[in-house]
């Protein structure tokens, strides 16, 4: 059975729930979710409805007549207006439209009549699992909560699928877990009063983006002034990274027409050629009152650091473990500085400019705007012709492509214009997995290819909505390190509704060769001063990378020694060993040991022995 570490308990923005049904066969079942501090609210009936850990400032509830209402997360609704909405509640679907208004980044869970309904974030960063347990359906917001409780092991198969490079729609919105099932983001978790009836309920859909950008402008800073007052409201101390590129100085910005006090965080690169710092100080003396902190880039950790001491309680593997020390490294100081909340611009590449899959379509549809489009892009990203072409002509469903990459598998990584014009990038497998994990992965993939649908019929925003969603698998597990860090994190650009009002823009406004986040940089005038609107790269960070795989060379060897993915037949360890001695291989520069990584580092950590912790380093 998968055992809790001591260290489980949650830091301020870890709020982490069960929910179980009005039924007197659920009270045994909720006693085998309380740990020490465990937190519970009760139905009406005195039976358990949520159980878990979350400060007050995390949850709002509210109860009327035969209904309840509780948003868990951050959100500025309030007790007395969510009363409201209980009131009037006469059916579960009708809390569509709450879902679809309300601003921040929360769970939604409901009960009425002994029916429940549970959901996250149209996002991903906030997820639903859910499993039978003696006959009683339980929901949580995390699969290692159900996986501890029925003693599930991971599954083979889906760690096998997690090798992949990348893991494709639909596939990586499966639990790792046997016995748990994850609800997808679009859809709430509808338990009927049996207790036990459980489906799934769209309500979320991406918007048409139809909108000119001379008529969205407007709301998408309203959506990022609401965001961002989400978590600024409370006043206090705020800290804001400030890279100096457009995303996290438009928050900062914001931040700044609000009443907390605010430290503007920046880490350098190493690279000289890196200009994120002259962008930053430029925008900081635009903002006197606020303290900058500029962080010793020498200092920071490089990618691939402490590998070996990573022991935080994650529910699915994940390739956010290459950056963790480099994530939280900073924090302590932070806290130091009395910050209550780290506020980052990740998410703002995903929202603010978009794919250039988009001109798929319009190549179609707009064919002499699209050719002049996609000549800048070529010149851009060095697309060839011929590959451009080819990648145009590709007029394969979802399905058939992704049946054709379950047997590709194993040829070269794709060309990027077939996948920036394509349904997103082909997954990969590399030397080092065996035989046996290949056959499981393209098992999973032909069965997935005979029944699966794009996130959207649009290739571009199909592809759009899959970058979200793979941001939001790592931030999710970032938010929980640094809330047992002691700060936690908040990311405003993936909120559903700053995310709704970006992807209703017209792609050919979004996307272009010709202009840097065109949407950002207009909603944004005056906001930001404009001489910081004209900054039109950001830095890559490709040294930190390079250097650290060379530097944790030695972690990587012992990282494959023992190793528990080579203990299941799904690598070969003394390929990956040899790999380690060769750490200026030209393949690793693609990043193609991550998912392996993540998934070894995975397994590792749920295995640790409870009680056994690393110390979380402090910066300086």
Not at 54 to 70: K, M, P
Not at 528 to 552: F, I, Q, Y
Request: net charge neutral; proline share 7%.
């Amino acid at each position: 059975m998968t055992e809790l570490h001591e260290s489980a308990g949650p830091g301020p923005g870890d709020a982490h729930f069960a929910v179980f049904p009005d039924r007197e066969d659920a009270v045994a079942v909720a006693r085998s979710f309380l740990r020490p501090g465990s937190r519970t609210l009760s139905h009406p009936t005195g039976r358990p409805w949520l159980v878990g850990d979350w400060h007050d400032s995390e949850i709002v509830t509210a109860t009327a007549g035969r209904a309840a209402l509780a948003v868990v997360g951050c959100c500025p609704v309030d007790s007395a207006e969510l009363e409201r909405r209980a009131g009037r509640l006469r059916d579960l679907a009708e809390l569509d439209a709450l879902a679809r208004s309300l601003p921040g980044s929360f769970h939604l869970v409901a009960a009425l009549d002994g029916r429940l309904r549970v959901q996250g974030t149209a996002s991903g960063l906030r997820l639903v699992f859910h499993t039978e347990i003696d006959g009683v359906r339980v929901a949580a917001s995390s699969a290692d909560t159900l996986a501890a409780v029925i003693g599930a092991e991971p599954d083979t198969q889906q760690l096998a699928v997690r090798l992949l490079w990348p893991v494709p729609h639909p596939l990586a919105d499966t639990s790792v877990w046997r016995g748990v099932t994850a609800v997808a983001p679009e859809d709430a978790l509808m338990v009927a009063a049996d207790g036990r009836t459980a489906r799934p309920s769209r309500w979320w859909t991406p918007p048409d983006p139809v909108r000119p950008l001379h008529d969205s402008t407007t709301d998408v800073r309203d959506a990022l002034v609401e965001a961002v007052g989400a978590r600024t409201a409370q006043g206090g101390v705020v800290s804001c990274d400030l890279s100096g590129g457009l995303d996290s100085t438009s928050l900062l910005f914001l931040a700044a027409q609000s009443k907390a006090e605010l430290v503007a965080s920046t880490w350098p690169g190493r690279d000289p050629a890196d200009t994120d710092l002259h962008w930053a100080r430029k925008a900081a003396r635009f903002l006197p009152g606020v303290d900058h902190v500029v962080w010793d880039a020498d200092a920071s950790p490089l990618v691939y650091e402490d590998l070996l001491g990573i022991d935080d309680l994650l529910d699915e593997p994940t390739i956010g473990v290459m950056d963790r020390s480099r994530v939280l490294h900073h924090l302590p100081a932070l806290a130091a500085r009395g910050s209550r909340l780290h506020m980052t611009g990740i998410g703002g590449d995903h929202v603010a400019w978009c794919s250039e899959a988009y001109y798929h379509r319009l190549a179609r549809t707009r064919p002499l705007f699209a050719l002049r489009q996609l000549r800048g892009f070529r010149a851009l990203w060095q697309w060839p012709l011929g590959g451009t072409l080819r990648a145009l002509a590709d007029n394969r469903p979802y399905g058939a492509w992704l049946a054709d990459a379950a047997r590709r598998l194993r040829e070269p990584l794709p060309s990027s214009v077939g996948s920036g014009l394509g349904w997103g990038m082909p997954p990969r497998l590399f030397d080092w997995v065996t035989p046996d994990a290949e056959r499981l992965a393209r098992s999973a993939l032909e069965e997935a290819a005979a029944t699966a649908w794009p996130l959207h019929p649009d290739r571009g925003l199909h592809a759009d909505l899959e970058q979200i969603r793979s941001c939001t698998r790592i931030i999710r597990q970032w938010d929980r390190m640094a809330a047992r860090a002691g700060v936690p994190m908040a990311s405003p650009f993936l909120d559903d509704r700053v995310i709704e009002t970006c992807l209703a823009v017209r792609p050919s406004d979004r996307v272009t060769p010709w202009h840097y986040k065109p949407l950002l940089t207009e909603a944004m005038r005056g906001i930001v001063p404009e001489e910081c609107l004209r900054r039109t790269d950001k830095a890559a960070a490709s040294m930190d990378a390079s250097n650290g795989l060379r530097e944790h060379r030695g972690d990587l060897l012992a990282l494959w020694k023992d190793s528990r993915l080579e203990d299941l037949g799904l690598v070969d360890g003394e390929a990956l060993r040899r790999l380690a001695r060769r750490p200026s291989t030209p393949g690793l520069r693609d990043a193609i040991l991550y998912s392996t990584i993540a998934c070894e580092v995975w397994l590792r950590g749920i295995s640790r022995p409870a009680g056994q912790t690393t110390a979380i380093r402090t910066g300086r």
